[in-house]
């Protein structure tokens, strides 16, 4: 087994997914987070998650008992092999914690950020050798969402980065290589493009903040679910593919582009994005949503499973 003793730090709603599948994969965790009710949190998120990892196939090897709360980010970093770090994202904090790890790191460790939107290089600027560290970005929920963004770069030491994508693929995730540092790495540019347009089509009055949602989960996005954009459009070219796809609707794409909007998250564009988001939820919780939504997701993870 890939690095069997691992270390979470940071307990928040990342780090207890990643404790959750780490469990899962087999392995022992090690957590830190200074939250005084984080170890209550987090045994309740466990609890909440096995099931949902045992149906789709995560639990045969784990056991939630093999988790350790520990007092000091040090002390939850000695011994680990993999280390997953989610602190909140200021760079004064994450440095701080990579001053206090790196003394007791073991030989061969890693150390990956789940950062969403940090630079590596930036948070780099944190240790005194950074070869050990690199990006390893998940999307929320880690324990069933299984896209991972891993990155090194030249100060990442030799093979590390590959080490990291090797040790996320044997624990039933799915990786990408960001090979330059932009903000926002890949996936969530990807949502902000989106979600810039869907913002504009609200200001345009062109639709329902609900409507535009259900255009999304209803069309591209069910599609995209079994494969990306560029392979869709694609086989939407028929038998000249892609080629015959941009020769026929080239010009209507350009067009498209030129009309995209440039929406900004003002004051007043939040409260009309709230207030939309409230009246297409119709008094459904928040928390209602989400245990729906990890339904939904639950149950297309095992549907797809055969196709992966």
């Known amino acids: 087994m890939l690095y069997p003793h691992t270390a979470c730090l940071g307990a928040g709603v990342i780090g207890a997914s990643w404790a959750a599948l780490l469990l899962a994969s087999g392995r022992s965790v090690a957590i830190h987070d200074p939250a005084p009710d984080a170890e209550r949190e987090v045994r309740a998120y466990i609890e909440t998650a096995w099931p949902t990892l045992t149906q789709i196939g995560l639990t045969a090897d784990g056991t939630p008992d093999a988790i350790r709360f520990c007092a000091s980010a040090a002390e939850a970093a000695t011994g680990a092999e993999f280390i997953q770090e989610s602190v909140p994202e200021r760079l004064e904090i994450k440095h701080a914690l990579y001053s206090e790890i790196e003394p007791v790191l073991a030989p061969g460790a890693i150390v990956a950020s789940s950062t969403s939107g940090l630079l590596l290089g930036d948070m780099q600027a944190g240790w005194h050798n950074p ?25 990442t030491g030799a093979g590390v980065a590959d080490a990291a994508a090797a040790f996320y693929d044997s624990i039933g995730k799915v990786t990408v ?21 869907a913002i504009h089509l609200v200001q345009e009055g062109v639709a329902s903040v609900g409507d535009i949602d259900k255009a999304m989960w209803a069309g591209p996005g069910l599609r995209w679910a079994a494969m990306g954009p560029t392979a869709c459009f694609d086989m939407g070219g028929g038998a000249g593919g892609l080629q015959t796809f941009c020769d026929r609707l080239g010009d209507q794409f350009n067009g498209w582009c030129d009309d995209l909007g440039n929406a900004r998250l003002t004051p007043d564009t939040i409260a009309m994005m709230v207030a939309g988001a409230a009246e297409a939820a119709g008094g459904e919780t928040r928390e209602a949503m989400q245990t729906r939504r990890d339904a939904m997701i639950t ?7 055969p196709y992966r």
């Open 177 to 197: 290589r960001v090979q330059r540092e932009v903000p926002g790495h890949i996936a969530n540019r990807l949502q902000a493009a989106i979600w810039r347009e």
């Open 131 to 155: 070869a050990p560290f690199v990006l390893g970005h998940p999307f929320n929920p880690p324990h069933l969402v299984p896209l991972v963004e891993v990155m090194g770069n030249h100060r």
């Open 299 to 305: 149950a297309m993870q095992a549907a797809l499973k």
